[in-house]
């Protein structure tokens, strides 16, 4: 809904020059990037974190090198944690159901992971990705009208599944920045992956990330393609990330 209000401000500009739909593209995702985190905080009711949220987050950002992001909780009912923001402003929103459901180590993993989103500058990545699928889009229904068909089987069948492959690549390379950073990470993060994905459930705090982990072998290990996933399998990643794991988890800060 942002971006068709920013498209139509952008199309209304009284200028006109070779390559302009390409502009207009490069326009709409910039101002679009620019505006999200205002757009990010109004949808998902962002409200301040307290000090002890904060200073977890603090902490785990030493270990990345990390400027501590604007931490915020976001009042909605699933529990999840996103990085967000521009090269202006960065934070981090964890939804409030998530802390019913992680313990503290689980909690310092899913950061660490969000973390590794930022210090990878994978926000800017998905904006480039993003131009650049749209604007061969653009660029191809523009000059070569004749070829509209092709031109939205390619788009549909191609360059959208392309932004998800590579979505799925920063999601893994997420995931290994966290656990490379510090392997005491990877049993914490499998576990909370397990209890968001697997057993969605509140009141699981008090589970510890082994009784989680004894719950691998139930998972179905199917490796099912999909061209428009956002985030690797939940057998793929645990598989990457057992290579890691450290049965003493305390972080050593």
Not at 103 to 123: F, G, I, M
Not at 134 to 159: K, M, Q
Not at 194 to 216: F, T
Not at 246 to 251: G, H, K, L, R, S
């Given at each position: 809904?942002?971006?068709?209000i ?5 199309s209304l500009?009284?200028?006109?020059f070779?390559f302009?739909?390409?502009f207009q593209?490069?326009a709409i995702?910039?101002?679009w990037?620019l ?12 409200a301040?974190?307290d000090a002890?949220v904060?200073?977890l987050?603090?902490?785990v950002?030493?270990l990345?090198s990390?400027?501590?992001?604007k931490?915020?909780?976001a009042?909605v009912?699933?529990?999840n944690a996103?990085a967000?923001g521009n090269?202006?402003?960065r934070?981090?929103?964890i ?5 019913d459901v ?5 909690l310092?993993?899913?950061v660490?992971?969000?973390l590794s989103h930022?210090?990878?500058r994978?926000p800017?990545i998905?904006?480039?990705t993003?131009i650049a699928v749209n ?5 191809l229904?523009?000059?070569f009208?004749?070829l ?9 069948f191609?360059l959208f ?6 979505h799925r690549?920063l999601?893994k ?8 950073t510090s392997?005491y990470f ?11 994905a697997?057993?969605r459930?509140?009141?699981l705090?008090e ?16 490796n099912?393609?999909?061209?428009f996933r956002t985030?690797?399998s939940?057998?793929?990643r645990?598989?990457?990330l057992?290579k890691y ?6 972080i050593p800060?």
């Amino acid at each position: 809904m942002t971006i068709a209000i920013i498209d139509v401000f952008v199309s209304l500009i009284p200028v006109n020059f070779p390559f302009f739909p390409i502009f207009q593209v490069f326009a709409i995702f910039a101002v679009w990037y620019l505006v999200s985190p205002l757009v990010m905080r109004l949808t998902f009711k962002m409200a301040p974190s307290d000090a002890g949220v904060e200073g977890l987050v603090s902490s785990v950002a030493k270990l990345f090198s990390l400027k501590t992001p604007k931490v915020l909780i976001a009042n909605v009912d699933f529990p999840n944690a996103f990085a967000f923001g521009n090269v202006l402003w960065r934070g981090m929103a964890i939804t409030r159901p998530i802390f019913d459901v992680l313990n503290r180590s689980e909690l310092e993993a899913v950061v660490a992971h969000e973390l590794s989103h930022l210090k990878n500058r994978d926000p800017e990545i998905l904006l480039l990705t993003l131009i650049a699928v749209n604007s061969v889009y653009v660029l191809l229904v523009t000059y070569f009208p004749g070829l509209y068909g092709l031109a939205f089987a390619l788009y549909f069948f191609v360059l959208f599944p392309l932004f998800f492959y590579v979505h799925r690549v920063l999601e893994k390379r997420a995931d290994l920045t966290a656990v490379r950073t510090s392997p005491y990470f990877a049993v914490p993060l499998e576990s909370s992956l397990i209890k968001i994905a697997v057993l969605r459930g509140r009141n699981l705090k008090e589970l510890s990330p082994l009784q989680a982990l004894s719950m691998k072998a139930s998972i179905d290990q199917g490796n099912y393609f999909s061209l428009f996933r956002t985030h690797p399998s939940l057998a793929e990643r645990l598989n990457y990330l057992s290579k890691y794991e450290v049965y003493n988890w305390t972080i050593p800060y």
